[in-house]
């Protein structure tokens, strides 16, 4: 089971990234993927999941209306689209699905 992360970076207050999670060794197909952030000196918290088929989507309050969280099963790959950046959005985001993590990926917003 792997789960890759993809597409943190550097960006702006208000610019957009788009991550993404590769997953293998496993049916991802069958499984909620979700995403995860953790910031310097702060526990991990959810910010988004979605459910196996793509029908149901939960967000944290801090990123409704500016992420968007989705999957293309036939790729195992999940996204996580994020608009409206603001610096503290700032951490190391993290998939996870069928109990497994990625390594993460860091988004750092800051002009």
């Known amino acids: 089971v792997q789960l890759v992360e993809s597409g943190g970076g550097l960006v702006q207050p208000g610019g957009s990234l788009r991550l993404s999670c590769a997953a293998s060794g496993f049916t991802f197909s069958s499984y909620i993927m979700s995403w995860y952030r953790q910031a310097p000196g702060k526990e991990r918290e959810l910010v988004a999941s979605i459910s196996s088929d793509g029908a149901g989507r939960n967000y944290a309050d801090s990123v409704k209306g500016r992420f968007t969280i989705s999957r293309d099963n036939a790729k195992n790959t999940g996204y996580l689209q994020m608009n409206s950046l603001k610096p503290e959005d700032s951490a190391v985001y993290y998939c996870?699905?069928?109990?497994?993590w990625g390594q993460g990926t860091q988004v750092t917003v800051s002009s």
């Open positions: 996870q699905s069928r109990r497994a």
